[in-house]
């Protein structure tokens, strides 16, 4: 599956920007997704996770209470609501997934190893 990750952009500090994660071709529901970040001049990072049906989600310690991760399998799209953005934050974002196995896969995954498919990434850039 081709994944095309979008809306990243250019924000101050302290505002917010929501990318969003599409397959061309197929149905995102059998999927578990995850978003990952990398800065320049580091490797690539795990941010965020989501089960195929949404109802499991993880994030890593340093955006817990100002990223969420959400779908909406109707339209086919998983998003990442990033509030109170930080020039830290500052990186190319991510899309992967995963096709889960059974119905009962109803877990998230936070390895770089754990997705078979990812997109081409979208910039993100806070300045300060």
């Known amino acids: 599956v081709q994944l095309q990750a979008s809306g990243g952009g250019l924000v101050q500090a302290g505002n917010s920007l929501r990318p969003s994660c599409a397959p061309s071709?197929?149905?995102?529901?059998?999927?578990?997704v995850g978003w990952f970040r990398q800065a320049p001049g580091k490797e690539r990072e795990y941010v965020a996770a989501?089960?195929?049906?949404?109802?499991?989600?993880d994030y890593t310690d340093s955006v817990k209470g100002w990223f969420t991760i959400s779908r909406d399998n109707a339209k086919n799209t998983v998003y990442l609501q990033m509030n109170s953005l930080k020039p830290e934050d500052t990186a190319v974002y991510y899309c992967?997934?995963?096709?889960?196995?059974?119905?009962?896969?109803?877990?998230?995954?936070?390895?770089?190893?754990?997705?078979?498919?990812w997109g081409q990434g979208t910039q993100v850039t806070v300045s300060s």
């Open positions: 071709g197929r149905t995102f529901s059998a999927y578990a």
């Open positions: 989501i089960s195929y049906n949404g109802d499991r989600r």
């Open positions: 992967a997934a995963r096709l889960i196995s059974c119905f009962y896969d109803t877990f998230y995954y936070t390895s770089e190893d754990d997705y078979g498919y």
